[in-house]
């Protein structure tokens, strides 16, 4: 059998032996290391052979989740190891509700996962000597799992196309992802006129691109001064965060896109900046106060493909490109107060990221990790990339999962949820969408956000009011 190597490989014979890249190098650093971690909860208890079967094939498509990290000759390297111990990888966690004699049953499941994962960050980080990834399986009652993949191995979408890879769809009848259509045909007269507005927009974005440039290096000069309430962020990724989960319709997301024609993306920091001016409005220290002005990156997939085409490849058995290709939009956001519409938080979110969307900060973003490495060393890039993270208040992201529900060893996938442990920001939002819904992570510092219950339930209300206030102006027109 020839495995698909990513990364790099061509034969069965060789064991993997690839350089770290830069962008996976920065992760690896104590101060910067980032662990990418997703729950999966299953319809059906978990059964743990077929769950090693199914890992086990899931390590069989990619080389370097049998490989470990190794110095040779002062460079770093990815080493595949000739035998692949997959019990190694597997964690059980011990029933504690059973030890202490509480029914199973007596703490939500979302909140029990919730607590379990706020606990990764101060368990043992994930060891050189093993492959950089392991498998929590939680309590036989929860019906989950949590995978921990250091973020060196590769970013949330290659390594979300790598998961879903060993799942199957329902039904034949039924793809993984939606259909999004083909592409528009254009006459010879269209494209001429598209292509002189294209030359337009290159050079409109060269100018664009030097502005964000200089403003990012004006972002790791300064000290962060966002948000009268986030005193200093210097450690924040140490201290103990707290966790709480949304699920949100994505219809209801779609009916404010198509209202407004929006992104998902604009509606979802619209929605964020809503609940977070409401959050603030319930702090009588806070509610005095004038606007807060906070400093949010929105993290994008670089590579030009999404998850359905690196699956559509993966199954192809196409050589795939390995690593981190991110990159990331600034937003300088202010959290007004007393906006009546509550359309308008999605208005502005929309209008400032597509002011960044006509700049190539985000390719900038990824590229000038390459650029520092080789202009002035690893020192160097890690001061910068500690620096702007850092400097960050808010970090957002958002994965396109499946449209349709999938099974992984035989078990139908009921909701996935990821996190990041390690980010020094005061607030983390990730999204996830699969089957019609949108699964929300908020992952905040203890002592900035003591409640992030209420933080997402503010979200939660944000986005009802915007449905209604789209639903109203339906009627009116009428």
Same mark, same amino acid.
């Given at each position: ?29 104590? +101060? ?30 990619? $080389? ?13 390297? =990815?080493?595949? &190891?000739?035998?692949? #111990? ?7 966690? %011990?029933?504690? #509700? ?32 093993? %492959?950089? =990834? ?12 949590? &995978? ?14 790598? &998961?879903?890879? $060993? ?29 002189? /507005?294209?030359? =337009? ?6 100018? #664009? ?5 200089? +403003? ?27 966790? /709480? ?7 209801? @997301? ?27 409005? $319930?702090? %009588? ?22 998850? +359905? ?7 192809? !058995?196409?050589?795939? +490109? =390995? ?18 519409? %509550? ?10 990221? #597509?002011?960044?969307?006509?700049? $190539? ?5 990824? !590229? ?8 002035? !060393?690893?020192? /160097? ?61 908020? &992952?905040? /510092? ?24 789209? @639903? ?7």
């Amino acid at each position: 059998m020839v495995r698909v190597r990513w990364g790099g490989g061509s034969t069965d014979d060789a064991l993997y032996n690839a350089p770290v890249s830069p962008s996976s190098r920065i992760f690896l650093r104590p +101060e910067l290391e980032l662990s990418i971690d997703c729950f999966v909860s299953f319809e059906q208890q978990i059964d743990v052979a077929a769950v090693k079967e199914a890992l086990t094939s899931l390590a069989n498509r990619c $080389s370097r989740l049998r490989s470990v990290v190794k110095e040779d000759r002062g460079i770093l390297r =990815w080493k595949e &190891l000739p035998k692949l #111990d997959i019990d190694s990888l597997i964690i059980t966690v %011990p029933d504690e #509700d059973k030890k202490q004699g509480r029914r199973g049953d007596q703490d939500d499941d979302n909140a029990y996962i919730n607590r379990y994962l706020e606990t990764l960050p101060s368990m043992a980080p994930l060891t050189r000597n093993l %492959p950089l =990834w392991e498998v929590h399986v939680l309590p036989r009652q929860r019906r989950s799992l949590v &995978l921990r993949f250091h973020h060196s191995l590769g970013d949330c979408v290659s390594l979300l196309a790598l &998961l879903l890879s $060993s799942c199957d769809a329902l039904s034949e009848d039924i793809p993984i992802f939606s259909d999004r259509g083909n592409k528009e045909q254009r006459s010879f007269a269209v494209r001429v006129v598209k292509r002189a /507005a294209s030359a =337009w927009r290159s050079c409109k974005k060269a100018g #664009d691109t030097l502005a964000f440039a200089l +403003e990012q290096n004006r972002l790791v000069a300064r000290r962060n001064e966002d948000l009268r309430f986030v005193t200093q962020t210097s450690g924040l990724e140490d201290r103990r965060r707290k966790l /709480a989960s949304l699920v949100l319709r994505l219809d209801d @997301m779609r009916v404010v896109k198509n209202k407004l024609n929006a992104k998902i993306n604009d509606v979802l920091v619209g929605a964020v900046s809503y609940g977070l001016s409401k959050y603030l409005e $319930s702090k %009588p220290s806070y509610a005095a106060s004038g606007d807060a002005k906070i400093t949010g990156k929105i993290v994008v997939n670089v590579r030009g493909e999404g998850p +359905e085409d690196i699956l559509r490849s993966i199954r192809q !058995g196409k050589k795939i +490109e =390995w690593g981190n290709k991110i990159g990331y939009f600034t937003l300088p956001i202010v959290v007004e107060k007393n906006v009546n519409d %509550p359309l308008d938080y999605v208005r502005k979110a929309k209008d400032l990221i #597509d002011k960044r969307k006509t700049s $190539s900060e985000d390719q900038y973003s990824h !590229g000038a990790n390459e650029l520092v490495t080789k202009t002035f !060393g690893m020192e /160097a890039l890690a001061s910068y990339y500690y620096k702007i993270r850092h400097n960050t208040s808010l970090i957002i992201s958002n994965m396109i999962g499946p449209s349709s529900p999938v099974e992984l060893a035989r078990n139908r996938i009921t909701k996935i949820g990821v996190t990041l442990s390690g980010l020094p920001a005061p607030i983390d939002v990730h999204m996830f969408s699969y089957d019609g819904k949108a699964f929300i992570q908020f &992952l905040v /510092a203890e002592e900035i956000i003591p409640d992030p219950e209420l933080l997402s339930q503010c979200v939660k209300e944000g986005l009802a009011n915007m449905v209604a206030r789209v @639903m109203e102006s339906k009627v009116i027109d009428i």
